[in-house]
Nanobody, 118 residues
Framework: QVQLVESGGGLVQPGGSLRLSCAAS????????MNWYRQAPGKERELVAS????????NYGDSVKGRFTISRDNAKNTVYLQMNNLNPEDTAVYYC???????????WGQGTQVTVSS
Protein backbone atom coordinates (compact mmCIF):
# COMPACT_ATOMS: atom_id res chain seq x y z
CA GLN A 1 0.00 0.00 0.00
CA VAL A 2 1.12 3.55 -0.71
CA GLN A 3 1.92 5.59 2.36
CA LEU A 4 3.34 9.05 2.97
CA VAL A 5 3.88 9.73 6.66
CA GLU A 6 4.90 13.21 7.77
CA SER A 7 6.61 14.07 11.02
CA GLY A 8 8.36 17.03 12.62
CA GLY A 9 5.53 19.52 12.86
CA GLY A 10 4.67 21.38 16.01
CA LEU A 11 4.79 24.73 17.75
CA VAL A 12 7.73 27.06 17.21
CA GLN A 13 8.52 30.69 18.02
CA PRO A 14 8.88 33.32 15.30
CA GLY A 15 12.39 33.21 13.91
CA GLY A 16 12.77 29.56 14.81
CA SER A 17 13.28 26.47 12.68
CA LEU A 18 11.63 23.13 12.06
CA ARG A 19 12.54 20.16 9.90
CA LEU A 20 9.70 18.16 8.43
CA SER A 21 10.17 14.60 7.22
CA CYS A 22 8.02 12.47 4.95
CA ALA A 23 8.64 8.73 4.86
CA ALA A 24 7.34 7.04 1.70
CA SER A 25 6.50 3.43 0.96
CA UNK A 26 4.55 1.37 -1.56
CA UNK A 27 5.95 2.90 -4.74
CA UNK A 28 9.27 3.41 -6.49
CA UNK A 29 10.26 6.54 -4.65
CA UNK A 30 13.15 7.65 -6.86
CA UNK A 31 10.91 7.89 -9.95
CA UNK A 32 8.55 10.41 -8.33
CA UNK A 33 8.74 14.14 -7.99
CA MET A 34 8.15 15.00 -4.34
CA ASN A 35 6.39 18.12 -3.16
CA TRP A 36 5.42 19.96 -0.01
CA TYR A 37 2.13 21.84 0.02
CA ARG A 38 0.54 23.83 2.79
CA GLN A 39 -2.91 25.15 3.56
CA ALA A 40 -3.79 27.78 6.12
CA PRO A 41 -7.34 28.63 7.25
CA GLY A 42 -9.09 30.77 4.67
CA LYS A 43 -6.37 30.30 2.07
CA GLU A 44 -5.86 28.19 -1.03
CA ARG A 45 -3.61 25.18 -0.89
CA GLU A 46 -0.16 26.43 -1.81
CA LEU A 47 2.80 24.64 -3.34
CA VAL A 48 5.76 25.24 -1.04
CA ALA A 49 8.58 23.26 -2.67
CA SER A 50 9.27 20.53 -5.22
CA UNK A 51 12.20 18.24 -5.88
CA UNK A 52 12.80 15.97 -8.85
CA UNK A 53 13.31 12.23 -8.55
CA UNK A 54 17.08 12.39 -8.55
CA UNK A 55 17.20 15.51 -6.41
CA UNK A 56 18.90 17.47 -9.17
CA UNK A 57 16.16 20.08 -9.56
CA UNK A 58 14.22 22.05 -6.95
CA ASN A 59 11.55 24.75 -7.03
CA TYR A 60 10.11 26.96 -4.30
CA GLY A 61 7.13 29.16 -3.78
CA ASP A 62 7.94 32.85 -3.68
CA SER A 63 6.90 33.21 -0.06
CA VAL A 64 9.49 30.70 1.18
CA LYS A 65 12.45 31.28 -1.13
CA GLY A 66 15.63 31.78 0.85
CA ARG A 67 14.11 30.35 4.03
CA PHE A 68 13.04 26.78 3.21
CA THR A 69 15.06 23.96 1.67
CA ILE A 70 13.68 20.73 0.24
CA SER A 71 15.88 17.65 0.01
CA ARG A 72 15.52 13.91 -0.37
CA ASP A 73 17.34 10.73 0.52
CA ASN A 74 16.34 8.04 -1.96
CA ALA A 75 18.15 5.35 0.02
CA LYS A 76 15.77 6.11 2.90
CA ASN A 77 12.68 6.86 0.78
CA THR A 78 12.37 10.13 2.64
CA VAL A 79 11.87 13.76 1.65
CA TYR A 80 12.60 16.66 3.99
CA LEU A 81 11.65 20.29 4.36
CA GLN A 82 14.02 22.44 6.39
CA MET A 83 12.18 25.57 7.48
CA ASN A 84 14.20 28.48 8.85
CA ASN A 85 13.29 31.97 10.02
CA LEU A 86 9.67 30.99 10.48
CA ASN A 87 7.00 33.64 10.83
CA PRO A 88 3.33 33.45 11.84
CA GLU A 89 2.27 33.49 8.18
CA ASP A 90 3.91 30.07 7.82
CA THR A 91 1.30 28.57 10.14
CA ALA A 92 -0.53 25.89 8.16
CA VAL A 93 -1.07 22.20 7.70
CA TYR A 94 1.84 20.91 5.63
CA TYR A 95 1.25 18.02 3.24
CA CYS A 96 3.70 15.68 1.58
CA UNK A 97 2.82 14.85 -2.03
CA UNK A 98 4.23 12.46 -4.65
CA UNK A 99 3.69 12.77 -8.38
CA UNK A 100 4.74 10.76 -11.42
CA UNK A 101 3.60 12.49 -14.60
CA UNK A 102 3.98 9.54 -16.96
CA UNK A 103 1.23 7.54 -15.26
CA UNK A 104 -0.59 10.39 -13.50
CA UNK A 105 0.07 8.87 -10.09
CA UNK A 106 -0.76 11.27 -7.28
CA UNK A 107 -0.35 10.48 -3.58
CA TRP A 108 -0.90 12.59 -0.46
CA GLY A 109 0.16 12.33 3.13
CA GLN A 110 -2.18 13.05 6.02
CA GLY A 111 -0.64 16.42 6.84
CA THR A 112 1.20 17.79 9.84
CA GLN A 113 0.38 21.00 11.70
CA VAL A 114 3.00 23.74 11.91
CA THR A 115 2.15 26.60 14.24
CA VAL A 116 4.38 29.65 14.59
CA SER A 117 3.56 31.61 17.71
CA SER A 118 3.49 35.36 18.07
Amino acid sequence: QVQLVESGGGLVQPGGSLRLSCAASGFIFSTYTMNWYRQAPGKERELVASISGTGSSTNYGDSVKGRFTISRDNAKNTVYLQMNNLNPEDTAVYYCHARRAVNKSNYWGQGTQVTVSS
